[in-house]
């Protein structure tokens, strides 16, 4: 009965490598999000999807691609994996977006620990 | 650019006692600052949450305080337990023009000791 889950939990790969990461959520959410937590445990948003389209693209190197192929699902891709993206990152979800007066609580999955050799 | 600064980094507290953690933000558009409790090998969970117009919000042993003029809020937890070891972060929500999103601290690592 998990509410957001991620596989892999643990990612261990070799520099120029292209990896997955996979979201799922069902918590019947319409918005997803991708954070990056880096080894001093600073999060930051990456992405945010709402209904399958992508609302927020942080300044992302275009090596990360998310895809979201329903409402429950949210992956995201790394090519050319460099030493820099070694983090946790960690998929998140809720009832809807949030803007001015629209509070949805985000609901985090356990986290991909990516360690980039 | 660091948008929420929040301190100390990290913070040892006796059980029983208060632990106070404090944050301070710069962007004035700011609407909704919610405070999150990470446990080691776990995603951040929503502890408590208040809006800029109330200068209080109390749950059952966490309390922030807002204070809109100075940019700051903090979170208080009363009665510290063992339990309540874990990492805090803050995070202020701002509108980018589509939607909004959170701008996280750097978090305060909590320890309450026996």
């Known amino acids: 009965d998990t509410a957001v889950s991620q596989t892999p939990k643990y990612l261990v790969t070799q520099m120029g490598n292209d990896k997955s990461i996979k979201c799922e959520q069902n918590?019947?959410?319409?918005?997803m999000y991708w954070y990056k937590q880096d080894s001093k445990k600073f999060l930051k948003i990456m992405f945010s999807?709402?209904?399958?389209?992508?609302?927020i693209n942080e300044t992302v190197p275009n090596r990360f691609s998310p895809k979201s192929p329903d409402k429950a699902h949210l992956n995201l891709h790394i090519n050319s994996l460099e030493l820099g993206d070694s983090a946790v990152y960690f998929c998140?979800?809720?009832?809807?977006?949030?803007?001015?007066?629209?509070?949805?609580?985000?609901?985090f999955g356990p986290g991909t620990r990516l360690t980039v050799l | 650019q660091q948008q929420v600064k929040q301190s100390p980094q990290s913070l040892i507290v006796q059980k029983g006692g208060i632990s106070i953690i404090n944050c301070a933000y710069e962007?004035?558009?700011?609407?909704?600052f919610p405070w999150y409790q990470q446990f080691p090998g776990k995603g951040p969970a929503l502890l408590i949450a208040?809006?800029?117009?109330?200068s209080e919000k109390k749950e059952g042993r966490f309390t922030i305080s807002f204070n809109k003029s100075a940019k700051q809020f903090s979170l208080h937890i009363m009665d510290s337990q063992p339990g309540d070891s874990a990492t805090y972060f803050c995070?202020?929500?701002?509108?980018?023009?589509?939607?909004?999103?959170?701008?996280f601290g750097t978090g305060t690592r909590l320890q309450v000791t026996l």
């Open positions: 995070a202020a929500s701002g509108y980018t023009g589509t939607a909004s999103k959170l701008t």
């Open positions: 962007n004035t558009a700011f609407d909704y």
């Open positions: 999807y709402n209904n399958k389209e992508l609302i």
């Open positions: 998140a979800s809720s009832q809807g977006l949030m803007s001015r007066a629209t509070y949805n609580e985000q609901f």
């Open positions: 208040i809006r800029p117009d109330v």
């Open positions: 918590l019947g959410h319409d918005t």
